[in-house]
């Protein structure tokens, strides 16, 4: 028998539909029920089916996280893993600060680790120290990494955006390689990995700063009982900072003063101390003395060409030191064996400028563009 094709449109023509139900009663009559229990038992059926799938799924999910990490979090972290990350903390990871919950952490990448573990300097700490785990190959040493992560001595790490969801944009300014992250469920040792390191170290400098701030806290408690020497010293030396901040404050506001009458008498304006309200070191904050007012497009304009002239200077001296090279082996040695000469050559004033300007220039901050 020949069946009619489909319509144009891609649904099942009428002889075609009728076909499928003559095929559906047959089934449900074969199995002593009338179409639509049939049907209802079809849909259950698969239902049940779906259900079982999704169960195994979850089983099979919940197995591999077990063996991808097994979480000793009620007892005592294992002794290896402490002799572990005690020695990897005292080793250059190239550790970089992010933030967790809100708290300061170190991060550090798995292939500076690995790296670590098969170095010869691991090897002597082993021969030292019996507890450090056996390191003989790249596999072991993944295995040995997969100690800290099992005790909750460091965890696997990844960057989240803090404002996402929060409804307003990314502020525009930021901490430059200061990471959010959270952390992951499936610990994995990878080369281009983050972890976290959750280990503190000996907890002896906390403890010895919370007894100093304790006999501190008492020392001022117990201030009315203070010899009367050390209760004047104290009082003549609250004078001096009380002098010390409104010197400061006379200073601010005799610089803003200042300010306004140069900006419109020799624009831009003329600040005193023009890094004494940034971002930068006690010292840095006094130099230079004065300073002409620039905006931040200023600012990055005279950066980009300070760096642009430094990587200028880099080349060129390069290829005057590459040129001079078989020039001075042609040359006679007229040096003498008895006096050794030092000679040094004195920069340019184009140079010691543009020195000058490139370390003002570093001592503001300057705007951090995203990654």
């Excluded at 009728?18 to 029920?33: D, I």
């Excluded at 550090?108 to 120290?129: H, I, N, T, W």
């Excluded at 600012?299 to 200077?313: G, V």
């Excluded at 064996?337 to 370390?359: D, F, I, K």
Aim: net charge positive; with cysteine.
């Amino acid at each position: 028998m020949v069946t009619q094709p489909a319509t144009a449109s891609g649904q099942p023509s009428q002889h075609q539909i009728q076909a499928m139900q003559q095929q559906l009663a047959a089934e449900a009559s074969r199995h002593n029920m009338t179409v639509e229990q049939y049907i209802n038992h079809l849909k259950a059926h698969a239902m049940k089916q779906a259900q079982q799938q999704q169960a195994k799924k979850q089983q099979a999910k919940g197995r591999e996280e077990k063996q991808q990490l097994e979480m000793s979090s009620g007892g005592p972290p294992d002794p290896k893993a402490l002799a572990l990350a005690k020695w990897l903390r005292g080793q250059d990871l190239k550790t970089r600060a992010c933030i967790l919950n809100g708290q300061r952490k170190d991060m550090f990448k798995v292939k500076r680790a690995l790296r670590a573990l098969q170095s010869p300097e691991y090897g002597k700490a082993r021969a030292k120290d019996p507890s450090l785990p056996a390191v003989t190959d790249r596999t072991s040493a993944e295995n040995v990494f997969k100690l800290l992560p099992r005790s909750l001595l460091a965890l696997r790490v990844s960057k989240i955006d803090p404002h996402e969801g929060h409804g307003h944009g990314k502020p525009k300014k930021r901490v430059k390689g200061l990471w959010t992250v959270k952390i992951e469920q499936h610990q994995e040792v990878q080369d281009p990995e983050h972890y976290l390191w959750l280990y503190e170290g000996p907890q002896w400098k906390q403890k010895l700063y919370a007894v100093a701030a304790l006999v501190v806290i008492m020392a001022l408690v117990l201030f009315p009982l203070w010899p009367i020497k050390l209760r004047i010293g104290v009082w003549y030396l609250s004078m001096a900072m009380l002098g010390v901040i409104g010197l400061f404050f006379a200073m601010s506001l005799f610089r803003l003063v200042l300010f306004c009458a140069t900006v419109f008498t020799v624009p831009p304006g003329l600040w005193l101390y023009p890094n004494l309200f940034e971002d930068v070191g006690f010292f840095d904050s006094f130099r230079p003395v004065w300073g002409w007012h620039e905006d931040k497009k200023t600012m990055k304009k005279n950066a980009k060409a300070a760096k642009e002239s430094s990587k200028k200077r880099g080349v060129k001296s390069g290829d005057k030191g590459s040129d001079a090279a078989p020039q001075s082996s042609k040359k006679p040695s007229t040096s003498n064996a008895g006096n050794n000469t030092r000679v040094s050559v004195a920069p340019s004033p184009s140079q010691s400028a543009a020195r000058v300007s490139q370390r003002d220039l570093a001592a503001r901050v300057e705007e951090v563009e995203d990654d």
